[in-house]
Nanobody, 127 residues
């Protein structure tokens, strides 16, 4: 129903900006465009951390405290894509970033509430 692919991860210097993309390439777009989408990240030895969530229609967004004011989540359902604009990057933002889909539209911060996941894209921020 959903096939996600993240892209845009790079190695950058602290203070730089990146934009991550999460594209659904499944045959039918219905599930993706009617689902909430979240971004999560995970670095070695740490638990997966919730970053941001956007409602299916873009009407509501929510951010983790560590990224609030620096990251912006958005979506273009015509393109079946969700973006994560990341500004003022810090070394502690280094992680693999994953997008995930919640068809039940719970506005959740919990990884277990998301049914479909991409493979992730690596972001490395050096000081």
């Amino acid at each position: 129903q959903v096939q996600l692919a993240e892209s845009g991860g790079e190695s950058v210097q602290a203070g730089a900006s990146l934009r991550l993309s999460c594209i659904d390439s499944a045959g039918r777009p219905y599930t993706f465009i009617t689902s909430d989408v979240g971004w999560f990240r995970q670095s070695p030895g740490k638990e997966r951390e919730w970053v941001a969530t956007i409602k299916w229609n873009g009407s509501w967004t929510h951010y983790g405290d560590s990224v609030l004011g620096r990251f912006t989540i958005s979506r273009d359902n015509d393109k079946r894509t969700v973006y994560l604009q990341m500004n003022s990057l810090k070394p502690e933002d280094t992680a693999v970033y994953y997008c995930a889909v919640d068809p039940q539209r719970r506005g959740s911060l919990k990884a277990q509430d998301y049914n479909y996941w991409g493979q992730g894209t690596q972001v490395t921020v050096s000081s």
